[in-house]
Each structure stands twice: as C-alpha cells, then as structure tokens.
C-alpha cells in the first residue's frame, strides 16, 4: 500500500504468462552497448516479472521493458517483495 498522504495511480501484479501490453512496450529492441536486447530476456511467472542478463556462443543479451506512452507518472514509488 502507498504510504500516508500517497493514492496508487497504476500498478501491475504480473499475473498473466506474458507482458501486457496494454501497460508495458519492450524498449531497445537489437544492439545497445554491449548487449543485445532482446524480448526472450523478459519472463512473468508465479505473479514475477524477471528480466534475465546472459551470454551465448559470445554474445551478450538483456531486455528491457517501459510504460513510455502507456501511462507516464512525474514521481514513482516502487516496491514489492525482496528476498532475504
């Protein structure tokens, strides 16, 4: 829950097998810097989003993901489980 004095505007509790994109776009796709970004990097199961960095035969990959021209805030609050 927000803090005091704060209403949740937007939230997604990644409860579906594949990004929504009605909320989401994948950002960079192909070459920046080093990696290759690419949309196989991004991954929702068991109500996570996981976005995996990894190598192979040489080459670098991630993913990245964005609400640019979904829903745009001025300030964010961020949260959720965090592993002990």
Known sequence: M???GYQLA???????TTL??????????GQRHDALNVTDAV??????L???????GGKHYTGMIGTEGKFE?????LGGPRPI
């Not at 994109?21 to 950002?27: F, Y």
């Not at 996981?50 to 192979?56: A, K």
């Not at 805030?73 to 609050?77: D, V």
């Open 10 to 16: 937007w939230s997604d509790e990644f409860d579906g």
């Open 73 to 77: 805030r001025t300030l964010w609050l």
């Open 20 to 29: 929504d994109t009605n909320k989401w776009s994948h950002r960079g796709l």
């Open 50 to 56: 996981t976005i995996t960095t990894y190598t192979s």
């Open 43 to 48: 991954a929702l199961g068991d109500g996570q």
């Open 2 to 4: 927000p803090p005091a």
